[in-house]
């Protein structure tokens, strides 16, 4: 079977995975998952305990969580490396670096953001303190981002890889809460417009805001939620 990519809409990160297998190339599924709705309900749990997205369903059927998770299970079958590098190399190791530093301290760096924003009832002065830890926070992962780029056309070297993916579901998030001007990291500035304008990732956006357009063929389709919580779910 092919494997199947639970992505969440709005504004998951789960969709730079998706861009990445439309890079990888290889035969996918997806199923879309409202984070603010069915996600939250009791049957979603059977695939992910931790009520979070993405979920990769695997080859072999099983659920598989945790961003990292699913880009080492993508590297694995990048038996062409169109989105990895030679493990030896020091393209892979850059690419493992800027992946975890993505998905560490600066995807973390918004939580206290999204926490301000869906807090359940009104509390404007813990809002107030949130969001200004949480704009600090990211103003300074930016900063450290900048500082470790070093003008090539993507993130390593001159080809996209899944660093790039990960770093398109998460970098979007600076506009989507108004930190700050994407203009103060000129750097950065200039690698975001490439990855966003890469179709991969425009056709990943795309998919995410609920419309049906044309890929590079991998995709095999999406199905409900519900039918892959019963086919897969614990």
């Given at each position: 079977?092919e494997?199947?990519?639970?992505?969440?809409?709005?504004?998951g990160?789960?969709?730079?995975?998706?861009?990445?297998?439309?890079w990888?190339?290889?035969?996918?599924r997806?199923?879309?998952?409202?984070?603010?709705?069915?996600?939250?309900?009791?049957?979603?749990?059977?695939?992910?305990?931790?009520?979070?997205?993405?979920?990769?369903?695997?080859?072999k059927?099983?659920?598989?969580?945790?961003?990292?998770?699913?880009?080492?299970?993508?590297?694995?079958?990048?038996?062409?490396?169109?989105?990895?590098?030679?493990?030896?190399s020091?393209?892979?190791?850059?690419?493992?670096?800027?992946?975890?530093?993505?998905?560490?301290?600066?995807?973390?760096?918004?939580?206290?953001?999204?926490?301000?924003?869906?807090?359940?009832?009104?509390?404007?002065?813990?809002?107030?303190?949130?969001?200004?830890?949480?704009?600090?926070?990211?103003?300074?992962?930016?900063?450290?981002?900048?500082?470790?780029?070093?003008?090539?056309?993507?993130?390593?070297?001159?080809?996209?890889?899944?660093?790039?993916?990960?770093?398109?579901?998460?970098?979007?998030?600076?506009?989507?809460?108004?930190?700050?001007?994407?203009?103060?990291?000129?750097?950065?500035?200039?690698?975001?417009?490439?990855?966003?304008?890469?179709?991969?990732?425009?056709?990943?956006?795309?998919?995410?805001?609920?419309?049906?357009?044309?890929?590079?063929?991998?995709?095999?389709?999406?199905?409900?939620?519900?039918?892959?919580?019963?086919?897969?779910g614990?």
């Open positions: 079977m494997p199947i990519l639970v992505y969440g809409y709005p504004s990160t789960s969709m730079g995975l998706v861009a990445a297998l439309e990888l190339g290889q035969p996918y997806l199923s879309r998952v409202d984070m603010l709705g069915e996600m939250r309900e009791p049957p979603y749990k059977r695939i992910n305990q931790r009520v979070e997205t993405p979920v990769l369903i695997t080859d059927g099983r659920p598989l969580t945790e961003t990292m998770a699913i880009a080492a299970y993508l590297e694995a079958r990048d038996t062409e490396r169109r989105i990895s590098f030679d493990p030896l020091p393209e892979a190791d850059r690419m493992h670096q800027l992946m975890g530093f993505l998905n560490t301290g600066f995807t973390g760096a918004f939580g206290p953001l999204w926490v301000a924003l869906e807090l359940p009832e009104p509390d404007p002065d813990f809002e107030a303190a949130l969001r200004r830890f949480g704009r600090e926070r990211v103003i300074e992962r930016h900063d450290r981002l900048e500082e470790m780029l070093d003008g090539s056309s993507w993130l390593v070297g001159d080809k996209h890889s899944l660093a790039d993916g990960l770093l398109a579901g998460v970098a979007r998030w600076l506009e989507y809460h108004e930190v700050a001007d994407i203009s103060r990291w000129p750097k950065l500035q200039a690698l975001r417009q490439r990855v966003e304008s890469d179709p991969a990732v425009v056709f990943a956006t795309a998919l995410e805001d609920g419309a049906t357009p044309a890929g590079s063929g991998a995709l095999k389709g999406q199905l409900p939620l519900a039918e892959v919580i019963a086919r897969y614990v």
